[in-house]
């Protein structure tokens, strides 16, 4: 399996360099208590089972919650420090399923995957379908889905 990473530089990754099947090294996520509490205040999503520790400890969790959208934004947000200037525009994000819990102040694994890629012969660029599984801090996949971001051929190289 080929991958890409981050860790390698800031190389560009153009839509020449991408195969289905390849892992793509996305950083973790720390869901820090400031991070969720952020989230919350932004988005005016402030439900008890995310911001309130006391009404937390009362539910079947015992414990604060990350939003299941806040992981979702944070791993899709990430998709430009791997593809950097190449990617040019995020075409869908479907098929997100939910599994289990992500708790505030626990650090979360990305899986990123190349699934297929829709490249016309001769055109400038191609969608690349992608999907995304969250890893929770004890290894459990925690949520599975799938996104297609519209990415570069490599510029021509004048000569």
Not at 57 to 66: E, I, N, P, V
Not at 99 to 112: N, Q
Request: with cysteine.
């Amino acid at each position: 399996m080929t991958h890409a990473s981050p860790a390698t530089g800031s190389r560009t990754l153009w839509l020449e360099d991408i195969k289905p099947g390849m892992r793509l090294d996305l950083p973790d996520i720390d869901c820090t208590a400031a991070l969720v509490a952020g989230y919350a205040e932004l988005l005016d999503a402030k439900h008890p089972i995310h911001v309130d520790a006391e009404f937390a400890k009362t539910t079947r969790f015992g414990r604060l919650l990350a939003h299941g959208p806040l992981i979702i934004a944070k791993s899709l947000g990430m998709l430009g420090e791997i593809f950097h200037e190449s990617l040019v525009v995020m075409l869908d994000v479907g098929e997100w399923r939910f599994y289990g819990p992500i708790f505030v102040d626990t650090r979360v694994r990305i899986e990123c995957f190349v699934v297929d890629i829709n490249a016309p012969k001769g055109g400038s660029s191609g969608a690349v379908r992608l999907e995304i599984r969250i890893m929770a801090e004890n290894g459990d996949l925690a949520q599975r889905g799938t996104a297609s971001v519209l990415i570069q051929r490599a510029p021509k190289k004048s000569s």
